[in-house]
């Protein structure tokens, strides 16, 4: 195995320092409680891609917890520390063009993510809402951040809240999944019989019950 590339990280807090982990290491509950399938039955368990999704990359913690309560003014948050702020919020009239996700409160408010990061010069992190955790009563706006570059400390990060939700995102809630990427050139060309053989990708995956995709094309990858 050839050298690995670092992440390089510190968090702002002392008392919290490991706020990027692995995303592996923090695997749903709803996922793991997934009841096993009986016979040829199928659950989304099957389905690696899904799995890769949740899995890739690294997760940035909250180090602390939050509370959500609604006022008649709008959504309010408040955390135990004082003398820290971990969110702020931002004025509608800088995002008013930005769609507002379907179910979520069209106020915004934004993560000072508590840490500083750098990945290595030649790849770009992807930091997103972590991936098909639906469950999360919030969602992030995505960024590209290109390596070679640290991360300011306590950088904004945008997120919407599900409209009604009232109640605590405990410390230790996933807030944001960073997913490095390879610096390379792409052309995107239309190439007769990628249908053709989409349709045999198909077929060939019928003939077993399951695992074929994984046992054909997937290759593990490894974030430590």
């Known amino acids: 195995m050839g050298k690995k590339n670092i992440i390089k990280f510190e968090s702002l807090h002392e008392g919290y320092p490991e706020v990027i982990v ?14 096993p399938d009986k016979g040829i039955d199928k659950s989304f368990k099957k389905c690696v891609p899904f799995l890769e999704a949740i899995t890739s990359g690294y997760l940035i ?10 006022r008649p003014e709008g959504p309010y948050i408040s955390w135990p520390q004082e003398g820290i702020q971990p969110i702020g ?20 408010f934004y993560w000072k993510l508590p840490v500083s ?10 930091v997103t809402q972590p991936l098909n955790r639906f ?3 919030f969602f992030c706006f995505s960024v590209v951040i290109d390596g070679g570059y640290t991360l300011v400390p306590e950088a904004n990060m945008s997120f919407y809240l599900k409209e009604g939700f009232e109640g ?3 410390q230790g809630t996933p807030i944001a999944q960073i997913i490095p990427i390879k610096n390379e050139s ?14 045999k990708s198909k077929l060939r995956s019928t003939l077993v019950y399951s695992g074929w995709y994984k046992n054909t094309w997937w290759t593990k990858k490894d974030y430590t």
């Open 186 to 199: 792409w052309n995107a060309k239309n190439v007769k019989g990628m249908v053709e053989e989409g349709k």
């Open 117 to 126: 990061f750098q990945i290595p010069i030649g790849h770009s992190a992807l």
């Open 61 to 70: 913690k909250m180090p602390m917890d939050l509370y959500v309560e609604q």
């Open 168 to 170: 605590f995102i405990p």
């Open 22 to 35: 692995p995303a592996r290491t923090m695997v749903p509950d709803w996922y793991k409680n997934q009841k």
């Open 135 to 137: 469950d999360l009563p």
């Open 89 to 108: 919020f931002r004025l509608n009239e800088s995002i008013d063009n930005i769609p507002a996700p379907i179910g979520y409160n069209k106020d915004s």
